[in-house]
């Protein structure tokens, strides 16, 4: 399928949005909760004017835009200070929750990383209910370099693979579920998230 050929302002637009999502991503990492429409929608005509307008909003005014809930939580572990365990749990949340397709993508690949992506959300939201939240924030801290890493793959990476049989999006969210869970999934667990994703290409 063709590509979209974008204008000079919209490509400025989206580098943007880019821009906006980076800097959430650094506050998510302190603690910081943002709700869905802080991300602009891109207007009919973007202007220069409105890309003006839109460079202004940065620092502060994002963090101003979102709640800062710091998780704190004491270990009772010999010469360890308390942790701060949810910021990273709050990161991850916030990856999947803003998630929006790029727009230079086909509607048959956004479809499939939309997929992705409630398969992921899933799986997260159902690890908490049934662990806990603080079970599932201490196990990400323990892995945050690599939860973060695969989250932000099996949304905006490949979802088929010629050399891992076409499921290179599957194994991350294998991997992932690794990780929330702090031990492999049974064999119970693997065949239900392959029932759910399987069920989402339908």
């Known amino acids: 399928m063709k590509k979209k050929r974008l ?3 919209q490509k400025a637009f989206y580098a943007e949005v880019e ?3 980076r800097a959430m991503a650094r506050y998510r990492k302190k603690g910081y ?3 869905d429409d802080i991300i602009p929608e891109k207007p009919q005509r973007v202007t220069k004017k409105y890309l003006a307008e839109l460079k202004k909003f940065k620092g ?3 963090a101003a835009e979102g ?8 270990i009772d572990f010999p010469d360890e200070p308390p942790r701060i365990v949810a910021a990273i749990l ?3 949340r916030g990856l999947i929750r803003m998630w929006q397709p790029k727009f230079e993508w086909s509607d048959k690949f956004a479809e499939i990383k939309r997929q992705d992506k409630n398969t992921i959300e899933r799986l ?3 690890t908490i209910a049934e662990d806990g939240e603080v079970k599932v924030a201490m196990n990400l801290e323990s892995n945050a370099e690599e939860a973060i890493r695969l989250v932000e793959a099996i949304l905006y990476g490949n979802s088929g693979d010629a050399r891992d049989g076409g499921d ?7 991997a992932f579920g690794r990780i929330i869970k702090g031990r492999s999934l049974t064999m119970e667990e693997s065949v239900e998230l392959t029932e759910f994703a399987d069920a989402q290409m339908v």
């Open 7 to 9: 204008t000079p302002n």
């Open 19 to 21: 821009r906006i999502k």
């Open 33 to 35: 909760v943002f709700s």
């Open 60 to 62: 502060k005014k994002i």
């Open 67 to 74: 709640e800062y809930k710091p998780f704190r939580m004491d």
């Open 90 to 92: 709050n990161h991850v």
């Open 124 to 126: 997260l939201d159902g």
């Open 168 to 174: 290179y999006a599957r194994a991350s969210i294998v």
